[in-house]
């Protein structure tokens, strides 16, 4: 596998040879201070180039960065399936190579850099030819912190999952596998991130990243909710389902109302009354009430 310093070599190496690329940024978890580092990270990269057209017409030119093992193209994805894409102002390419390195490759021109380069304060500048980059502060993962939440947004949250959880347990009745499953997973368990996050973000005082999709939550969490956390995962079982169910309910309780009266927030104890015992009946349920029914 190439090395960092190999790969910050031949990165910087094209740029500086092909004067169609004026400028070069960084950005991600390798400019992350706080983000454990390993060597999977990605290289997303940003070259500023003063036109696209040129690049997309050849595509060979990305071949000096190394064997590739896979590529996806999302602009053009998008477009085959009518997405509006804007190739004249951006255009990546996410390239795994057979080393095990990876590079997301972003052309944008000057104008569209303009427009974003200040939003992400994970920005790292690379390369300037001509002093275009707008001046930056040192790379922060300010722009990724969890956001306390509204009460608005907080009974939400309450609201959405105490209500899915019907949606699950009626898919378990009927044998719905795929129904339950999904509903669990993409229903219920988005409200369940949301609080787990704020209930971090709360103990922190509003200043951490807990990753994408909260892959840093065991950094976060206590050994208890950790352990109640990976206890929300199940398999194709119904019953391993119904128990992670109950702990996911159990886990969500808990952080809401540590987050409810941390700010003197409402958490609606009759919607999880109400949703507990509705829950508790339906595992019960036998099968015959579908007859009586």
């Given at each position: 596998?190439?090395s960092?310093?190999e790969?910050f070599?031949?990165i910087?190496?094209?740029a500086?040879?092909?004067?169609?690329?004026r400028?070069?940024?960084?950005?991600?978890?390798?400019?992350?201070p706080?983000?454990?580092?390993?060597?999977f990270?990605?290289?997303d990269?940003?070259?500023?180039?003063?036109e696209?057209?040129?690049?997309?017409?050849?595509e060979?030119?990305?071949?000096?960065?190394?064997?590739?093992?896979?590529?996806?193209?999302?602009?053009?994805?998008?477009q085959?399936?009518?997405?509006?894409t804007?190739?004249?102002?951006t255009?990546?390419?996410?390239?795994?190579f057979?080393?095990?390195?990876r590079?997301?490759?972003r052309?944008q021109t000057?104008?569209?850099?303009?427009?974003?380069?200040l939003?992400?304060?994970?920005?790292v500048?690379?390369?300037?030819?001509?002093?275009?980059?707008?001046p930056?502060?040192?790379?922060?993962?300010?722009?990724y912190?969890?956001?306390?939440?509204t009460?608005a947004?907080?009974m939400?949250?309450?609201?959405e999952f105490?209500?899915?959880?019907?949606?699950?347990?009626k898919?378990?009745?009927?044998?719905?596998?795929?129904?339950a499953?999904?509903?669990y997973?993409?229903?219920?368990?988005?409200?369940?991130?949301?609080?787990v996050?704020?209930?971090?973000g709360?103990?922190?005082?509003?200043?951490?990243?807990?990753?994408?999709?909260g892959?840093?939550?065991?950094?976060?969490?206590?050994?208890?909710?950790?352990?109640?956390?990976t206890?929300?995962?199940?398999?194709?079982?119904?019953?391993q389902?119904?128990?992670?169910?109950?702990?996911?309910?159990?886990?969500?309780?808990?952080?809401?109302?540590?987050?409810?009266?941390?700010f003197s927030?409402?958490y609606?104890l009759?919607?999880?009354?109400?949703?507990?015992?509705?829950?508790?009946r339906m595992?019960?349920?036998?099968?015959?009430?579908?007859?009586?029914?």
């Amino acid at each position: 596998m190439r090395s960092e310093q190999e790969m910050f070599d031949l990165i910087l190496g094209v740029a500086n040879k092909d004067e169609r690329i004026r400028a070069v940024y960084m950005n991600g978890s390798r400019t992350n201070p706080n983000a454990p580092k390993d060597i999977f990270q990605d290289y997303d990269i940003v070259y500023v180039v003063t036109e696209t057209e040129s690049f997309l017409r050849d595509e060979k030119w990305i071949d000096v960065f190394g064997e590739r093992l896979m590529m996806q193209e999302p602009d053009k994805n998008d477009q085959a399936v009518g997405i509006e894409t804007h190739y004249e102002r951006t255009y990546i390419y996410l390239m795994l190579f057979t080393d095990g390195n990876r590079i997301d490759l972003r052309l944008q021109t000057k104008g569209a850099m303009l427009d974003t380069y200040l939003e992400d304060s994970l920005t790292v500048p690379l390369l300037d030819k001509d002093s275009i980059l707008p001046p930056i502060a040192p790379p922060i993962d300010s722009s990724y912190y969890v956001k306390q939440p509204t009460e608005a947004e907080f009974m939400n949250c309450c609201n959405e999952f105490w209500w899915c959880q019907q949606n699950v347990a009626k898919g378990i009745w009927r044998d719905e596998l795929s129904y339950a499953k999904h509903m669990y997973e993409l229903t219920s368990r988005a409200p369940l991130d949301e609080m787990v996050s704020w209930w971090i973000g709360m103990k922190y005082d509003f200043k951490v990243s807990t990753g994408k999709m909260g892959k840093y939550f065991n950094m976060y969490l206590p050994t208890e909710y950790w352990e109640m956390y990976t206890a929300t995962y199940s398999n194709a079982n119904y019953e391993q389902m119904w128990d992670s169910i109950f702990v996911t309910c159990e886990l969500f309780r808990t952080l809401a109302q540590e987050v409810a009266a941390a700010f003197s927030y409402t958490y609606r104890l009759e919607d999880d009354t109400n949703m507990t015992a509705y829950l508790t009946r339906m595992r019960d349920l036998p099968e015959a009430a579908q007859e009586i029914y």
